[in-house]
């Protein structure tokens, strides 16, 4: 059983830059992949990045190329996403996932956290 939980989200102005964190509840955290997804009002769930900790391998999603990274801490059994150049379209609730054993082109996730708001401002 994998249990995560969000922080870090919050209002920034377009341009800014905001880091997330997940923490991860699992016996071995080696075993997953952690990603995060966002979703809108409206609209479906957007896979955003992914890594897998076993060798740190990542996927990001072509909207945020460059300008988000997603990193690491296996002493805090901790995944963070940090954001930056953040766009008004980016707004959206960040969600913390996961899956077994490494990240796949689709994000496609088996355990997720409850989310957490990111809103740019204009």
């Known amino acids: 059983q994998v249990q995560l939980v969000e922080s870090g989200g919050g209002l920034v102005q377009a341009g800014g830059s905001l880091r997330l964190s997940c923490a991860a509840s699992?016996?071995?955290?080696?075993?997953?992949?952690i990603g995060w997804v966002r979703q809108v009002p409206g609209k479906e769930r957007e896979g955003v990045a992914c890594?897998?900790?076993?060798?740190?391998?990542?996927n990001y999603a072509d909207s945020v190329k460059g300008r988000f990274s997603i990193s690491r801490d296996n002493a805090k059994k901790s995944v963070d996403l940090q954001m930056s150049s953040l766009k008004p379209e980016d707004s959206a609730v960040y969600f913390c996932?996961?899956?077994?054993?490494?990240?796949?082109?689709?994000?496609?996730?088996?355990?997720w956290g409850q989310g957490t708001q990111v809103t740019v401002s204009t």
């Open positions: 996932a996961a899956v077994a054993p490494r990240c796949y082109s689709d994000f496609d996730f088996d355990y």
């Open positions: 699992v016996f071995d955290l080696d075993y997953y992949a």
């Open positions: 890594i897998t900790t076993t060798d740190g391998s990542t």
